[in-house]
């Protein structure tokens, strides 16, 4: 089995919905953009999300900074739920059997001075991103920590997945 072809099967429709079922989640609702912007967008073999919040049924579930009123381990699952958010929008663009892989995710997380557990945070989207899609789901990845976000968010993820 060459390496493209191990990356691929078992990936498809019953691959990332059975891993999916194994982890007890399923794909949200695409969460309505807050502003004048579109959840996801391709470009080619790429399709970019939007910067996702961790919403749950529509409400934010994690806020506040990170170091300070939120431990790393909540924005963690927040994180978590950031990419499972992105995974819904490049399912409802285009179908999450599209997907060939994950090729980067950017993580914002709101931190009080001197937090610099960023990496850690944003681990909990990596990590969900690799139970999915399998070395898939590996991929190059940014953490960067910022004084707020929109709506008090603890975290923030985008991604740039590349699809068939």
Same mark, same amino acid.
């Given at each position: 089995?060459? +390496?493209?072809? !191990?990356?691929?099967?078992? $990936?498809?429709?019953?691959?990332? $919905?059975?891993?999916? &079922?194994?982890? #007890? ?8 953009? =807050?502003?004048?912007?579109? @959840? ?10 939007? #910067?996702?919040?961790? =919403?749950?049924? /529509? &409400?934010? *579930?994690? %806020? ?7 431990? @790393?381990?909540? !924005? ?9 958010? !992105? =995974? ?5 663009? *285009?179908?999450? &059997? ?17 937090? %610099?557990?960023?990496?850690? *945070?944003?681990? #909990?989207a990596s990590d969900?991103? /690799? ?5 898939? +789901? *590996?991929?190059?990845?940014?953490a960067v920590g ?6 008090? !968010? ?9 699809? $068939?």
């Amino acid at each position: 089995m060459t +390496g493209e072809t !191990a990356m691929t099967e078992g $990936r498809g429709a019953t691959g990332w $919905r059975a891993n999916l &079922d194994r982890l #007890g989640l399923t794909l949200p609702p695409v969460a309505t953009p =807050l502003a004048s912007y579109t @959840p996801a967008v391709r470009a080619g073999a790429l399709v970019y999300t939007s #910067g996702q919040l961790p =919403l749950a049924d /529509g &409400d934010l *579930v994690v %806020t506040g900074a990170v170091g300070a009123e939120v431990t @790393p381990e909540a !924005a963690a699952e927040g994180a978590r739920l950031c990419a499972l958010n !992105a =995974l819904s929008a490049v399912h409802g663009l *285009v179908g999450l &059997d599209a997907v060939v892989r994950i090729v980067k995710v950017v993580g914002f997380v709101a931190s009080a001075p001197g937090f %610099t557990g960023q990496p850690a *945070v944003i681990n #909990g989207a990596s990590d969900l991103l /690799g139970a999915v899609f399998g070395p898939a +789901g *590996v991929h190059a990845r940014s953490a960067v920590g910022v004084a707020e976000l929109p709506l008090g !968010a603890s975290v923030e993820v985008e991604l740039i997945a590349e699809v $068939r």
